[in-house]
């Protein structure tokens, strides 16, 4: 790493004078739990001064937060923020550590390393989980992936297996969902396969292999578009995706104003030099309310197989002080290598920052000497391109603009970056695609998102043919002269007029087949797409959906249908990007996928049922919450919030609760003021009548402070409805009678300072487990006596947000909570320092955003941001039993397509797997299979015999279901 230290007028100016004031003091947890009757009212005072300071500085960190997020909207009129961009911008806030402002994602590749190292294994199954059959499931019930089957989500990178002889193999890397495999995504009938499941990051953004050893194969974390999902270095495979290990990590470090090891990988390519493969890394920071990975922007190589990276330091941002390059590398957005072996890498910067990293490519003909070839001259731009195969000197990039007049942009050398045409010039030698949808600006495609959907790639074959998307999908076959619209995103308006496929808006990555390069895969908001001729775009089938169970798809949040049986199964959930819709089945029983129900396009947010299957409430951005029911033989959706105007209050995905039992809905407005609807039920039948809906404000906010989770009681009597409100500062107002005239609201005494994202009840309304979001805090609280005192239950629980929990109603010591690693559960919830360990057989490390529970078919149901949505059941509720030491072997998923986890014994950290097909045929064998780290296995579906032998000897053999 450079040591060239960045002048503090250079830093005050760039990175802004109000970041100096954060302090870098780690926050110290408040036991509130010591509050008890007779202790020593100077102790009580003493506390509560400790959490009205940790209050203020998290109140300082919002208001700073929401300034720097305003001043960048004032300054980029024509950039709105992106879906995915909002959701992570409000989810930032309230995952901070509220003394730094920092969140500290990467300490999660920790908590990753002590799972697999056993730390957090289950050392008893939980009555909650367990399907009653204990020996043959083992501790860690599995769950079920329940879907959606092909509805998909962002996809990121694609790359053709070079190892397949057919040519037919592909892999895919989602935004959050990790990094999958097809083995012929032209064949319908084939399905996706995940390889990423338990690792530290789900987030992949670019794939590449090793041209002097294709087996060896690379893959890069983060998606820096938005932030949503940041990365944890690089992932590297030897045996071309069976095992991977964790490569390019900097330890996490914290100053005032720079997060270092929080960090993007956009791009991964690699040269073949006379033999040595020299590997390219593009790392971004980004920008929040502090700096992820500023020191580690930049260009990096490895010729020693990724053991070491060097930095370029001479691609580093130019001191305008001194003159002289800084300690910040430029921002890299892509990396490509010429046919002539030229390294060619673009630029972008952070949308929150004033950095001039942005807008611009520079060439290099050895690797390390580079030459800046061309700039836009907006500091801010996001520059994607791509260079002809078959002519080195012909490279077309397609960048956000330098104005509101100019707001994209496609740029062209035909001389290896000597001279440049644009289309901002008005000569005609390069054009902008122009959208047949009339809703797209004809001098933006993108409209307004080209920080977030952006691609360009020329033909393989033909350097004058060139495809390019933002919302769809455009072709020129004349060198960017003029351009063809060969996809479409819906048949609104003029585009019903184009006889073209329909395929899922926002663009994000195109590639050839290699091996045949007619083909063509793009990857967008909606999943794959597979094109079997690039030179027919006519008709439906020109472009078709390739999402066999490739189930990336982002849930914010899913409920279980109360009145449904496992024979007649019906869930609904909300997605990013892909809706609102409920999935059924007629049988739970059976391990298939629901079908798939579509109520609502664009982003869903919140949903749930009323007790008596009349209606369900699915939601769109802000207080669009729709009633969805039957009406005759018709399925109507009403808006239950009816002014237009109150429909766009409220948080981008917009916090909901339903009183069951009162049928009354509530929605979150602003401030500490909220929507009621009183009479959800108006409208069933032949009733047309208006909704209700009333303004109650709960209590006098606090600075900056707003509500991040409703939740109506399940001991609401008949007739009094009652609500709990959770903030953004961790309080608490319960709301009596919320649905009548004269409702009166009580603060509770604050638990501690942070986000509160769930409140679950226990035996009655005295019991309450609340869950808070913020990294260094205490993350999960409980009272027994309605919120006059509360414990902290965090217990040994590493450091990270809590999402979600879910308590077993029959045992107040079972709890299972959703955590950006997976599922975790105690079977000692009571105690005053709760065991807590991860039950997240076959769903992985990732996010858990909602959990559910239907208690007639003891049915427990997860949502998560990137897997979609998963079930488990129990059928016994027998009593928890320790878990013997022979039972502390497993191996996982079972059934399983192909992905496997090998659970050893204590003490035992890797092992050889052989496996053995019905004749008793060696079919596979590894000798290098570690602890709880997933491997691949590209066998025929049936079952098969697996063993784990050590040192020559057989430690234990089970059954493997592939399928």
């Given at each position: 790493?450079?040591?060239?230290?960045?002048?503090?007028?250079?830093?005050?100016?760039?990175?802004?004078?109000?970041?100096?004031?954060?302090?870098?003091?780690?926050?110290?947890?408040?036991?509130?739990?010591?509050?008890?009757?007779?202790?020593?009212?100077?102790?009580?005072?003493?506390?509560?001064?400790?959490?009205?300071?940790?209050?203020?500085?998290?109140?300082?960190?919002?208001?700073?937060?929401?300034?720097?997020?305003?001043?960048?909207?004032?300054?980029?009129?024509?950039?709105?923020?992106?879906?995915?961009?909002?959701?992570?911008?409000?989810?930032?806030?309230?995952?901070?550590?509220?003394?730094?402002?920092?969140?500290?994602?990467?300490?999660?590749?920790?908590?990753?390393?002590?799972?697999?190292?056993?730390?957090?294994?289950?050392?008893?199954?939980?009555?909650?989980?367990?399907?009653?059959?204990?020996?043959?499931?083992?501790?860690?019930?599995?769950?079920?992936?329940?879907?959606?089957?092909?509805?998909?989500?962002?996809?990121?990178?694609?790359?053709?297996?070079?190892?397949?002889?057919?040519?037919?193999?592909?892999?895919?890397?989602?935004?959050?969902?990790?990094?999958?495999?097809?083995?012929?995504?032209?064949?319908?009938?084939?399905?996706?396969?995940?390889?990423?499941?338990?690792?530290?990051?789900?987030?992949?953004?670019?794939?590449?292999?090793?041209?002097?050893?294709?087996?060896?194969?690379?893959?890069?974390?983060?998606?820096?578009?938005?932030?949503?999902?940041?990365?944890?270095?690089?992932?590297?495979?030897?045996?071309?995706?069976?095992?991977?290990?964790?490569?390019?990590?900097?330890?996490?470090?914290?100053?005032?104003?720079?997060?270092?090891?929080?960090?993007?990988?956009?791009?991964?390519?690699?040269?073949?030099?006379?033999?040595?493969?020299?590997?390219?890394?593009?790392?971004?920071?980004?920008?929040?309310?502090?700096?992820?990975?500023?020191?580690?922007?930049?260009?990096?190589?490895?010729?020693?197989?990724?053991?070491?990276?060097?930095?370029?330091?001479?691609?580093n941002i130019v001191n305008p002080n001194t003159n002289a390059p800084s300690n910040i590398g430029y921002s890299v957005q892509q990396i490509e290598i010429g046919a002539d072996n030229s390294v060619w890498v673009s630029t972008r910067a952070s949308r929150f920052s004033n950095l001039p990293s942005g807008g611009k490519i520079f060439k290099s003909t050895d690797g390390v000497n580079f030459t800046q070839v061309y700039t836009n001259g907006n500091g801010n731009a996001r520059v994607n391109f791509t260079i002809s195969p078959q002519n080195p000197n012909v490279v077309y990039a397609l960048m956000q603009g330098v104005s509101q007049a100019e707001p994209v942009r496609i740029a062209k050398t035909t001389d290896g970056g000597t001279t440049w045409n644009h289309s901002g010039e008005g000569t005609g030698v390069v054009t902008l695609p122009v959208d047949g949808d009339n809703g797209i600006p004809n001098n933006d495609f993108t409209r307004g998102q080209h920080f977030y959907d952006l691609v360009i790639k020329v033909d393989p074959n033909d350097q004058n043919t060139v495809y390019a998307g933002g919302i769809d999908t455009f072709k020129s076959t004349n060198g960017g002269q003029s351009w063809t619209q060969i996809t479409k995103w819906s048949n609104n308006n003029n585009l019903v007029g184009l006889n073209i496929p329909v395929i899922h808006a926002d663009q994000h990555v195109i590639e050839f087949n290699p091996s045949n390069t007619n083909e063509m895969l793009i990857g967008n908001d909606g999943g794959m797409y597979y094109v079997p001729n690039k030179n027919n775009f006519q008709g439906g089938s020109s472009a078709v959906k390739r999402n066999n169970r490739l189930n990336v798809t982002q849930i914010y949040r899913a409920a279980l249908n109360p009145t449904k049986t496992t024979n007649n199964e019906e869930l609904s959930a909300g997605a990013q990007d892909n809706g609102s819709f409920w999935l059924s089945t007629p049988s739970l029983a059976q391990a298939n996928f629901l079908t798939h129900y579509p109520s609502t396009s664009g982003d869903g947010g919140y949903t749930d049922y009323d007790d008596q299957d009349e209606y369900l409430i699915t939601s769109y951005v802000f207080n669009s919450h729709y009633k969805i029911f039957t009406q005759g033989n018709t399925l109507v959706a009403r808006n239950l919030i009816t002014s237009p105007n109150d429909r766009n209050m409220g948080h981008f995905i917009n916090e909901m609760a339903l009183d069951r039992t009162n049928d009354i809905m509530y929605s979150y407005r602003s401030g500490l003021s909220i929507f009621v609807v009183p009479n959800v039920l108006q409208g069933n039948g032949t009733q047309t009548a208006p909704f209700i809906n009333r303004v109650l404000t709960l209590a006098t906010a606090q600075q900056s402070e707003q509500i991040t989770h409703l939740k109506a009681s399940p001991y609401s009597a008949v007739g009094s409805s009652t609500l709990y409100a959770g903030t953004n500062q961790g309080r608490i107002i319960r709301v009596a009678d919320g649905g009548g005239t004269n409702p009166t609201f009580t603060v509770l005494n604050t638990p501690g300072i942070g986000s509160i994202s769930d409140i679950e009840f226990g035996t009655d309304e005295q019991h309450i487990i609340v869950t808070m979001t913020n990294y260094n805090i205490n993350n999960i609280y409980y009272t027994t006596d309605g919120g006059n005192n509360w414990l902290q239950k965090d217990g040994n629980l590493p450091d990270m947000p809590v999402r979600t929990a879910l308590v077993n109603a029959e045992d107040a010591d079972e709890v299972i909570i959703g955590t950006e690693m997976g599922i975790w559960g105690t079977n000692n919830f009571t105690s005053p320092n709760p065991i807590w360990a991860q039950y997240a057989s076959n769903l992985g490390n990732v996010r858990v955003t909602d959990l559910d529970y239907r208690p007639s078919t003891r049915t427990v149901l997860a949502a998560t941001y990137g897997r979609g949505v998963w079930t488990t059941q129990n059928s016994t509720l027998s009593t928890s039993e320790e878990v013997n030491k022979s039972r502390l072997r497993s191996v996982y998923p079972n059934p399983s397509r192909g992905n496997l986890n090998v659970r050893l014994p204590e003490g035992v950290h890797s092992a050889t797997v052989k496996m053995f097909d019905a004749s008793g045929k060696l079919v596979y064998t590894n000798h290098q299979v570690k602890n709880m780290e997933e491997f691949y296995v590209q066998l025929a579906k049936g079952a098969y015999m697996l063993t784990v032998e050590k040192d020559g000897k057989q430690l234990f053999s089970t059954s493997v279901i592939i399928r």
């Open positions: 790493m450079s040591s060239t230290v960045m002048s503090g007028s250079f830093l005050l100016n760039e990175i802004s004078l109000y970041l100096l004031s954060i302090f870098n003091n780690k926050m110290n947890k408040i036991i509130t739990s010591i509050l008890m009757v007779g202790m020593v009212a100077g102790v009580a005072a003493q506390v509560e001064t400790e959490q009205q300071k940790t209050l203020k500085k998290l109140q300082e960190h919002y208001q700073r937060h929401d300034a720097k997020v305003k001043s960048v909207l004032e300054r980029k009129a024509d950039e709105l923020m992106s879906p995915p961009d909002r959701y992570y911008m409000e989810d930032y806030k309230r995952t901070m550590d509220p003394i730094t402002g920092v969140t500290y994602f990467s300490e999660l590749a920790k908590v990753k390393t002590e799972i697999e190292r056993g730390k957090y294994a289950p050392k008893a199954s939980l009555k909650l989980l367990n399907a009653g059959n204990f020996t043959d499931r083992g501790f860690d019930q599995p769950w079920v992936e329940r879907g959606p089957y092909a509805v998909g989500g962002r996809i990121r990178a694609i790359a053709y297996d070079p190892n397949d002889p057919t040519g037919r193999r592909a892999f895919a890397g989602s935004a959050t969902g990790g990094l999958w495999v097809n083995q012929d995504p032209a064949d319908a009938n084939n399905e996706w396969t995940p390889l990423s499941t338990f690792w530290a990051s789900t987030s992949i953004h670019c794939i590449a292999f090793d041209p002097n050893n294709p087996q060896t194969m690379y893959v890069g974390t983060g998606e820096v578009e938005t932030g949503d999902g940041l990365g944890s270095g690089i992932w590297k495979s030897t045996d071309a995706g069976q095992t991977w290990q964790q490569i390019f990590t900097i330890p996490a470090t914290y100053s005032n104003t720079v997060r270092n090891g929080n960090f993007f990988v956009n791009d991964i390519k690699i040269r073949n030099v006379n033999g040595t493969s020299e590997i390219f890394v593009g790392v971004s920071g980004g920008y929040s309310e502090g700096w992820q990975g500023l020191y580690q922007s930049g260009l990096y190589v490895s010729t020693d197989g990724g053991n070491t990276f060097t930095k370029n330091d001479n691609f």
